[in-house]
């Protein structure tokens, strides 16, 4: 089947989800026969990792972009402050107190010009894409070890979530419910 | 040339001073995370989930009747303001006669994702004014903020003023919009939802990135060339140890809180145009109706000034001032500075309130 998208990378990205869910049609009778015991669960569910490590390729491409910005900012303002420095450093008499004027300069220039750019709009819109698609892979990954912690016979990350919000809730109705809610204490824990 | 060789013995003179206090240094003084800070003895006096309220020891015979009660920040710890004996905010008002209580918000786990604005203001904080209420005999107290603290206070004086008596805002961050800082930048654009929903809660490593762009070279270089400069000074290496511990222990900040914070005041800006919502309840800056002494810094580069001095004029307090000191943000209450400056004035003002 064709792509409808002539975008390359959604070729790609359908092909291998394409192939990722044949194979996993095609070996479920296999790998069922061979992978017993606990194990038996990851076989069945490896299917989802290999999707998410697909899912993941275009976030990843995205990641590096941002991040080659996100030095070529940092790496843009150095050697401007640098150049700064330097076409400062040559009006600094050179002798023993020179040193401590130089660091002042460099400092100073540095600071300013790094403050600039931290306060960037440029800057902060891709910073912040650089950390949205990392948290995005990290969510995959979360998906992931889910997947495994699953075949472990352990909890989940949206498992465990769910009891800390019923935990929550809980406190919140017994808040509500006694009023006496406040446990008062008397120790000495200054340690002085 | 002649001045160049002239140099020469000063610079083999220096590196060879450094090199000896450099050797000489950890026979001097205590493994940094040792370090003890704070000076002025205190009880544990009301415990709840991760917080602790602190009651100071009073160092006068005679105390003011309205107690004190400082909200401090949810960045950071709580002993900046004893750090150290001759900069401690805590003992300068005791020894001018005040009764402290301090809010240490603890170090939330991921079980505490889902606290937010609502729990902070109207559970714990109001907990906290209830128990000093019954302990001193009183309907009100002052109430202290400082930093997120105060906007924690101003939300709880704004839902509750009928128990707070005087609120003092330090540095307090209020209008987002008109926050200059670099912070208030990467906040604006910042996906807060996406960080929550992964993460739960923010973690003290983001907020290390955002301590480091401010002022990196002063803060992340220069810093530590003087440390290497001051070795020989004892008083300033423990001053400095203090500190960097005190940095070092930044706890994480509950997930919902944050979302709450990062898109209520830095992005939507609800709280000083009136439209803020807490657990179902309007926050109007102006139900503030009670005495307000606002401080804020004018080299304060974490909450700007320009964030903070909104409230002074969005709340509707008649009996209300408005200081701006030439200091920075931590500069504003541990600093022999604040000794001098800020807190007589503070003080004088507050006593003829209470």
Known sequence: MKPQSDDMFEYYKHTSMFWNDMIAMMSSKPSSLMAVGPLRNLTENIKKISQELIEANQEIVDFNTQLVEYYQHLGETWIGAQKKVMAKISEIPQDAESIEAYKRVWIDIFENDFTQMFDNKSFSKNYNKLVTTELQLLKRWNTIMDVMLKSANMPTKEEINDIYKELFTLKKQIKKINPQKRTRVRKNDSGI | ?354
């Not at chain 2, 709840?48 to 100071?56: S, V």
């Not at chain 2, 202290?144 to 609120?167: D, M, R, W």
């Open chain 2, 1 to 354: 040339m002649t001045q160049e060789f002239d140099s020469v013995p000063t610079i083999i003179g220096d590196f060879l001073n450094f090199s000896r206090n450099l050797v000489e240094l950890p026979k001097k003084i205590t493994v940094p995370h040792e370090v003890k800070i704070g000076s002025c003895p205190y009880d544990v006096v009301y415990e709840e989930d991760r917080i602790r309220m602190l009651h100071y020891k009073p160092l006068t015979s005679k105390q003011i009747q309205i107690p004190l009660v400082i909200s401090y920040a949810i960045v950071n710890r709580f002993q900046i303001f004893d750090i150290d004996p001759k900069k401690s905010w805590i003992r300068h008002m005791l020894e001018s006669g005040f009764d402290v209580y301090m809010i240490d918000w603890g170090s939330p786990t991921s079980m505490d994702k889902f606290l937010g604005f609502d729990e902070y203001v109207n559970d714990y904080l109001d907990n906290c004014v209830e128990y000093v209420c019954d302990q001193s005999s009183v309907d009100k107290v002052s109430l202290q903020g400082y930093c997120t603290g105060g906007t924690l206070a101003t939300v709880y004086s704004a839902l509750h003023p009928e128990k707070v008596k005087n609120l003092i805002a330090t540095a307090p961050v209020i209008d987002g919009w008109k926050d200059t800082t670099v912070v208030s930048n990467i906040a604006r654009n910042f996906d807060v939802d996406k960080m929550v929903d992964v993460i739960g809660n923010m973690p003290p490593e983001f907020m290390y990135y955002c301590f480091s762009i401010l002022k990196p070279f002063e803060q992340g270089i220069e810093k530590y060339l003087k440390f290497f400069q001051n070795m020989d000074n004892e008083k300033y290496v423990d001053s400095f140890l203090k500190i960097e511990k005190w940095l070092a222990e930044t706890p994480p900040i509950p997930g919902e809180l944050f979302k709450q914070w990062i898109k209520g005041i830095y992005q939507e800006n609800l709280l000083v145009q009136n439209k803020m919502f807490v657990g179902n309840q309007h926050v109007s800056l102006k139900n503030i109706k009670m005495p307000l002494f606002t401080q804020v810094a004018v080299g304060d580069h974490l909450v700007s000034p320009e964030c903070s001095m909104p409230l002074h004029y969005a709340v509707g307090s008649e009996d209300k001032n408005l200081e701006i000191y030439p200091t920075g943000h931590v500069g504003m209450i541990a600093s022999s500075f604040s000794q001098k400056n800020v807190l007589p004035k503070l003080t004088e003002w507050l006593k003829k309130r209470s």
